[in-house]
C-alpha cells in the first residue's frame, strides 16, 4: 500500500488510526520518517475533519485528497464528506480498513457493510480482498477519483489483506473500458452552439467549477473576450473569472448578485459552461431562461437536460472544447448589452453593498468583515468558508483574483466544513494566506479541529461571524416562518479561553474602526490566528430569490411579513 | 408526458455490488422496477440487465444516463415495445385433480402454447415463452379454475432491433482508443 501511494506521487495523508487499520498505520510509521520517508501524515481529530480536510486540500491544489481511517465509525465519520466530495466533484481517495474477509458480515466488532453505504455517495467503491490486487485498485482509484468528472472513491480494506504478504509489482491503470472520462467534443455540436452565439444579440455565459476543475481560466477568458460575452459565475465558480476581470458581472444564485440573476432572463443565448444548473441558480425552473437558447457544455453527459432543457449540449472537458468553440465564433461587440447590467448593479450598490459595507452605525456586520479581509488581501487570499449566512456574506464579498480561490461546501450545504477545510487548505498552498470565515454554530461542530491546528501549527487565518444565531436558518425563520425563532439562538463559550488552550493568537473585534488593523495582525502573524467578530445578531442576507420563487422576482430587500 | 412502458436495457461489467448500483438508481428516482433480469451476455466478463419500468420519455432518458455514468456499467438504453422483441418464461404448478376433471384447463393450455415439464397425482408443472402479455393473460385465466398452486415469471428479457450491436460497438472502440493511446505514449517517449 504505501509502495502504492507513493507511486502515486502523494505527499500529504490526513487521517486517523483504528484497530483495523493498524498494519497500515504501522507502515506509515515508517513511511513518514527517516530514509523511507515518503509522506507527511496529518493526525485530525476527528475523521470528518480528515475528509474535509482532503477536500480542501484537493480544491485548492487541483490534486487528489488522500484519507487513511480505520473500519466502522471511522469511516462512517467521513461519508459527509463522501457526499459532500460527490456533489462538489472533489477527488478525494478514502482508504478504509475493514475487518477481515473471513468475518464479513457476521457483525465482527466495527464491521460497516461500507461498500453498501458508499457506493451511492461515490465515484467508485472497491474491497480490495487480497494483497496483489493493491497496486491496480490503487492506481485505479486515484485515476478515477481525477480524471472526468472528479469525485470520491473509496478503497475498502479488509485486515486481512493489509497483513498477508506478496511481492510489490506497480501497476499503472489509465484506462477503464466502460468509463470515458472526456468525450471528444463533437464537431456539428460545436458549429450550431457558433452558430446561435454569432446571432446573439444578448449573450450570457455562466461559468461553473467545472472551468476551475479543467484549469480552463485562460481558454474561458478568450472565449468570452473574442464575442465580448459577459458572464455570471456560481457560487463554486467564483475564481473560475476573476472578480477584477471587465466581463466578471457578478455571482449567480439564491444570495448572488441581483445584475446577472436578473439579466440572465433577458439573454437571448446562454451559455452554460461547466455548471450544473443547481436550484439554488435556477429558482423556479417553470420561469428560467424561457426565452433562451441554452448551450450547455459539460464533461458529464448525465447533466444535459436534467433540470434545464438545453439547444446545443457540448459533452466534453472544457479545456479542450472552449477554443474549439472560440475558433468557430466571430470577434462581436455586445457593449450596449454589457452596459444595461449596469442599472441593476447601481441599484444593488445602493440598497444592499453600500449598507453591508459602509454602514457608519451600530454592530459590525458579516459583509464588512469580509470585504476588510478581501481588502486586505487584495483578492490573492483563499476564501475558505463555513455554510450559512457567513458563507454567503463571504462569497459575496470576497474577491477572487488567482484561481482556486473558493472552497466551500455548496451542494451539500455542510456545516462544519470550514476550519477543517481550511487545515486542508494550507497544506495545499503554502504561498497564499488561506481564510476560514465561520458562524458559531459551523464552527462548534468541528472545533475539535482546533487540535490539528495546533498540532501542525497550520496558518489558518480563522473569522469568527459571531452573531449568536443560528443566522440562516434565524433569517427563513423571519421571512417564512413568522419570525419564530425555533431554537436558533445559541449560547456560546469564551473563544478566547478556548483559543488560549490550544495556544492560538486570538483577538477579539466589536467595533468597525479596529477592523482593518485585526485583519492585518491576522495577516502577519505566522501561524493560525482566531479572529473573533461580534456581529450584529440579526441582519439578513439580501438580495435574496425565495426558495420556489423565480429569478425574476429576486428581493433586493426584504419584504414586510 | 405519458407514461408507457419502457425497457432498459443495461451492460456492466461483472463485479461485486453492481447490481445495488443500479437499482439505487431507480430508488433515487422514484421509479418502480416492473421487472429485473440479470444474466451473463455474450460478451465475456459483461453482464446484461433487462429492467421495465412504466415511466415518462423525460424520465426513462434521465435513468439511463445516471445509470450510464456509473463507472462500471459500459452501456444503458431503453426502448419502447417497436424497437425490441421481448419474452418471458413462466412457470406454473397447478393441481393435478383439478387439471383432470376440469377439461377447459386442459384446452387452455394446449392453445396457450405451454409445455408440460411433469404431471404427478399431486401436480402437474406448465413451462411458457411467450410475451410478458400473454403469461399474464394465461395466469388470470387459471386462477379462474381455482387451480393454480405456485407461479412464477423470469423477468422480461429482450433483445433490440438494432442493425448495429451498440455494446460491441462501444467496446471495440473503447479498446482501439486504448491501442493509440498506448501508441501515442510510446512515440512520445521516443521524441
Known amino acids: 500500500m504505501m509502495e502504492s501511494l507513493k507511486a502515486q506521487g502523494i505527499k500529504t495523508i490526513f487521517g486517523y488510526p483504528g484497530g483495523s487499520i493498524m498494519p497500515v498505520y504501522d507502515a506509515l510509521f515508517d513511511y513518514t520518517r527517516g530514509e523511507k520517508k515518503a509522506f507527511d501524515h496529518i493526525l485530525v481529530r476527528h475523521e470528518q475533519g480528515a475528509i474535509h480536510a482532503a477536500q480542501g486540500f484537493a480544491r485548492v491544489s487541483g490534486e487528489v485528497g488522500t484519507v487513511i481511517v480505520t473500519s466502522g465509525p471511522g469511516v462512517a465519520n467521513t461519508l459527509t464528506g463522501l457526499a459532500d466530495a460527490m456533489i462538489d466533484s472533489t477527488p478525494v481517495v478514502v482508504i478504509a480498513g475493514q475487518v477481515g474477509v473471513g468475518v464479513l458480515g457476521t457483525d465482527a466488532f466495527q464491521e460497516l457493510d461500507l461498500m453498501t453505504v458508499a457506493q451511492p455517495i461515490c465515484k467508485w467503491v472497491y474491497q480490495i480482498r487480497r494483497p496483489e490486487d493493491i497496486p491496480w485498485a490503487v492506481s485505479k482509484a486515484y485515476y478515477l477519483a481525477k480524471s472526468g468528472r472528479p469525485g470520491p472513491v473509496v478503497l475498502d480494506f479488509p485486515k486481512n489483506a493489509q497483513t498477508s504478504k506478496c511481492d510489490y509489482v506497480p501497476e499503472t491503470v489509465n484506462f477503464v473500458r466502460s468509463y470515458i472520462p472526456s468525450p471528444r467534443p463533437k464537431q456539428e455540436k460545436l458549429q450550431k452552439a457558433a452558430e446561435l452565439i454569432n446571432n446573439a444579440k444578448r449573450p450570457l455565459a455562466l461559468v461553473g467549477q467545472g472551468v476551475e476543475l479543467a484549469g480552463a481560466h485562460e481558454e474561458l477568458k478568450t472565449f468570452l473576450e473574442k464575442a465580448n460575452i459577459p458572464a455570471g459565475r456560481t457560487m463554486l465558480g467564483l475564481s473560475a473569472l476573476a472578480s477584477n476581470h471587465p466581463l466578471n458581472m457578478g455571482m449567480l444564485g439564491m444570495h448572488g448578485n441581483y445584475a446577472p440573476n436578473i439579466k440572465q432572463q433577458e439573454a437571448d443565448v446562454v451559455i452554460a459552461i461547466g455548471m450544473r444548473f443547481s436550484d439554488r441558480v435556477t429558482g423556479n425552473l417553470a420561469t428560467y431562461l424561457k426565452q433562451a437558447k441554452v448551450i450547455h457544455l459539460d464533461i458529464d453527459h448525465a447533466e444535459i437536460n436534467k433540470n434545464v432543457q438545453t439547444d446545443v449540449a457540448i459533452v466534453a472537458d472544457c479545456k479542450e472544447s472552449l477554443p474549439m468553440l472560440t475558433a468557430l465564433i466571430n470577434e462581436a461587440d455586445h457593449s450596449e448589452w454589457i452596459e444595461s447590467f449596469k442599472p441593476l448593479r447601481d441599484k444593488e450598490q445602493e440598497k444592499v453593498v453600500n449598507k453591508a459595507l459602509h454602514p457608519t452605525e451600530g454592530p459590525l456586520l458579516m459583509g464588512e468583515v469580509a470585504n476588510a479581509v478581501a481588502e486586505a488581501t487584495k483578492g490573492m487570499g483563499v476564501t475558505v468558508t463555513d455554510v450559512g449566512q457567513n458563507q454567503l456574506f463571504s462569497t459575496r464579498y470576497s474577491k477572487y483574483n488567482t484561481p482556486r480561490s473558493i472552497i466551500t461546501s455548496g451542494g451539500l450545504g455542510t456545516m462544519g466544513f470550514g476550519l477543517p477545510a481550511a487545515i486542508g487548505a494550507t497544506f495545499g498552498e503554502k504561498n497564499r494566506p488561506v481564510f476560514a470565515f465561520m458562524g458559531d454554530g459551523g464552527l462548534q461542530m468541528t472545533i475539535q479541529e482546533l487540535g490539528t491546528i495546533m498540532e501542525y501549527h497550520c496558518p489558518v487565518k480563522m473569522v469568527l461571524m459571531n452573531n449568536n444565531f443560528l443566522g440562516n436558518v434565524r433569517q427563513w425563520q423571519n421571512m417564512f416562518f413568522q419570525k419564530r425563532y425555533a431554537f436558533t439562538h445559541m449560547l456560546n463559550p469564551n473563544y478566547e479561553e478556548i483559543c488560549s488552550a490550544y495556544k492560538i493568537p486570538y483577538l477579539k473585534v466589536k467595533d468597525r474602526k479596529d477592523l482593518p488593523a485585526a485583519v492585518e495582525k491576522a495577516l502577519k502573524t505566522d501561524g493560525p490566528f482566531f479572529l473573533e467578530t461580534i456581529i450584529m445578531e440579526e441582519d439578513d442576507v439580501m438580495p435574496m430569490t425565495a426558495p420556489g420563487a423565480s429569478v425574476n422576482d429576486m428581493m433586493l430587500e426584504k419584504e414586510a411579513n | ?191
Open chain 2, 1 to 191: 408526458m405519458e407514461k408507457k412502458l419502457y425497457t432498459i436495457l443495461i451492460y456492466s461489467e461483472n463485479v461485486v455490488g453492481i447490481l445495488n448500483l443500479v437499482t439505487a438508481v431507480f430508488t433515487r428516482n422514484q421509479v418502480n422496477i416492473e421487472s429485473l433480469n440479470v444474466s451473463p451476455s455474450g460478451i465475456p466478463n459483461v453482464h446484461k440487465y433487462t429492467v421495465t419500468v412504466i415511466t415518462d420519455e423525460a424520465q426513462a432518458k434521465k435513468l439511463v444516463k445516471q445509470i450510464e455514468r456509473k463507472v462500471d456499467v459500459i452501456k444503458a438504453n431503453f426502448y419502447v415495445e417497436d424497437d425490441i422483441f421481448v419474452s418471458e418464461v413462466a412457470l406454473f404448478k397447478l393441481s393435478t385433480s383439478i387439471v383432470m376433471s376440469t377439461p377447459d384447463i386442459s384446452r387452455l393450455v394446449r392453445h396457450s402454447g405451454a409445455k408440460v415439464l411433469e404431471v404427478n397425482e399431486t401436480y402437474t408443472t406448465l413451462q411458457i415463452c411467450v410475451k410478458p402479455d400473454a403469461v399474464t393473460e394465461l395466469y388470470k385465466k387459471l386462477a379462474k379454475y381455482k387451480c393454480v398452486l405456485q407461479y412464477t415469471r423470469s423477468g422480461v428479457v429482450a433483445i433490440t432491433r438494432d442493425k448495429v450491436e451498440r455494446v460491441s460497438e462501444f467496446l471495440k472502440e473503447q479498446e482501439n482508443q486504448q491501442f493509440d493511446f498506448l501508441e501515442e505514449g510510446i512515440n512520445s517517449e521516443e521524441c
